[in-house]
Each structure stands twice: as structure tokens, then as C-alpha cells.
């Protein structure tokens, strides 16, 4: 399966802030995913990310808050923009591979204070 | 609207005991069910399940689907503490685009 990182691992942001949290894959993938994870809770799809094309956001986020890059077929950004307390959660990415399975990278565990 | 149901919600069990979990759903145009283990941040890959009937296996663990149930169930045999952590059921659907919709998942824990 494709090797997954992330950076940052994790971090601590004051309220008003931005942080841009990267992906690397290791081979080439045509869909890449981004999560949200609020303590406690499941993983709730954020949005798309096709090399090429616009994100397809998924219903409650939206481009201005959570803009995305994809500037070629092994890395992406997630910005989470405006910080405020209710974004700390841990943001996952994930890469689907040939075959339809699904793989996540490391996570990042967001604080904002 | 599509939804993805786990059950239990948390489960306590002691080492050598078997384990059921069950995912249940309710999506449109239903491509493949996936099983994902979750110990600390990143969900580890554990079965994808497309045909009904088909048991995958690996170890202790084995999962099955069945499409007429919308159901599928994972089992654990002779766990051990290293079973402990959340369990994770997502199904891929199409609505425009394929995408993941997770359950809220099974906490496991397995005492010694």
C-alpha cells in the first residue's frame, strides 16, 4: 500500500490563525481525501481533492474556511482558515489506491487555544 | 439521507473471548464496505468487502457482508489486549462522486 505523511504531526494555534497541514504520498494517486476528526466523534469527510480540479466539498464546509491544493498526483494541502476553539480535531488525509481500499496518513492533531 | 450504524457503541470484554461487531447501512449506489482499526490518530486498513457471502480472514479476525442485510459483521476470536481500540465500518457510495461515510465506530476493550 501507498506510504502516507503528514506534517504537521501536531500543533497548538491561537484563535484568528491559519494552519496549512500537508500530505505526501509516496506513488502516484488520482483521489485524495481529507477528514475531520472532533474528539470523540468519526471521521467526517471534509472534501476531494483530484489533481487538476477544483475540491468537491462535502455539505457544512466550505472553500473559504478549509481551502485545498492539489498541485500534482502525490501531495496536497488543507488549510483550516480563521481558527477557532471548535476546529481542534485531528485531520486526516487519505489516498484511495487501485482496488478501492482506502489508506490514511499519519493525522494531525490540531489545538486551537 | 446515507448513514452508516455501528453497534455496539463500546464493548469490555476479557482476553480469550470472541467479539461481534456490526455495521449496518442504508446508501445510495453502494460500491464496497471497508473494516478500519483505530488505535491512536491514523485508522489502519483491515478488510474491503464488495460480494455478499465472502468471508475475508486474517488471523484472529474475519468479516463478512450481506448486501440483502445491508449488514455486515466483523469477528474477533481469542482477543487480546491489543484488540483494544475503536473499530471503524465505512462504505463507499456514489452521489456524484465515490466517497467514504463512516460509522461512529465500536470502542473495544479487552482486559487481561
Known amino acids: 500500500s501507498a506510504v502516507i505523511s503528514q506534517k504537521p504531526s501536531r500543533d497548538i494555534c491561537q484563535r484568528g490563525t491559519s494552519l496549512t497541514i500537508q500530505c505526501q504520498v509516496d506513488s502516484q494517486v488520482t483521489m485524495m481525501f481529507w477528514y475531520r476528526q472532533q474528539p470523540g466523534q468519526s471521521l467526517t469527510l471534509i472534501a476531494t481533492a483530484n489533481q487538476g480540479s477544483e475540491a468537491t466539498y462535502e455539505s457544512g464546509f466550505v472553500i473559504d474556511k478549509f481551502p485545498i491544493s492539489r498541485p500534482n498526483l502525490t501531495f496536497s494541502t488543507l488549510t483550516v482558515s480563521n481558527l477557532s476553539p471548535e476546529d481542534s480535531s485531528i485531520y486526516l488525509c487519505?489516498?484511495?489506491?487501485?482496488?478501492?481500499?482506502?489508506?490514511f496518513g499519519p493525522g494531525t492533531r490540531l489545538t486551537v487555544t | 439521507e446515507d448513514k452508516v450504524v455501528q453497534s455496539p457503541l463500546s464493548l469490555v470484554v476479557h482476553e480469550g473471548d470472541t467479539v461481534t461487531l456490526n455495521c449496518s447501512y442504508e446508501?445510495?449506489?453502494?460500491?464496497?464496505l471497508l473494516w478500519y482499526k483505530q488505535e491512536k490518530k491514523a485508522p489502519t486498513f483491515l478488510f474491503m468487502l464488495t460480494s455478499s457471502g465472502i468471508e475475508k480472514k486474517s488471523g484472529r479476525l474475519s468479516s463478512i457482508l450481506d448486501k440483502k442485510e445491508l449488514s455486515s459483521i466483523l469477528n474477533i476470536t481469542a482477543t487480546q489486549t491489543g484488540d483494544s481500540a475503536i473499530y471503524l465500518c465505512?462504505?463507499?457510495?456514489?452521489?456524484?462522486?465515490?466517497?467514504?461515510?463512516f460509522g461512529t465506530g465500536t470502542r473495544l476493550k479487552v482486559l487481561a
Open positions: 487519505s489516498v484511495e489506491e487501485t482496488g478501492n481500499e482506502q489508506y
Open positions: 446508501v445510495t449506489n453502494f460500491r464496497s
Open positions: 465505512a462504505v463507499e457510495a456514489f452521489r456524484g462522486t465515490y466517497k467514504y461515510i
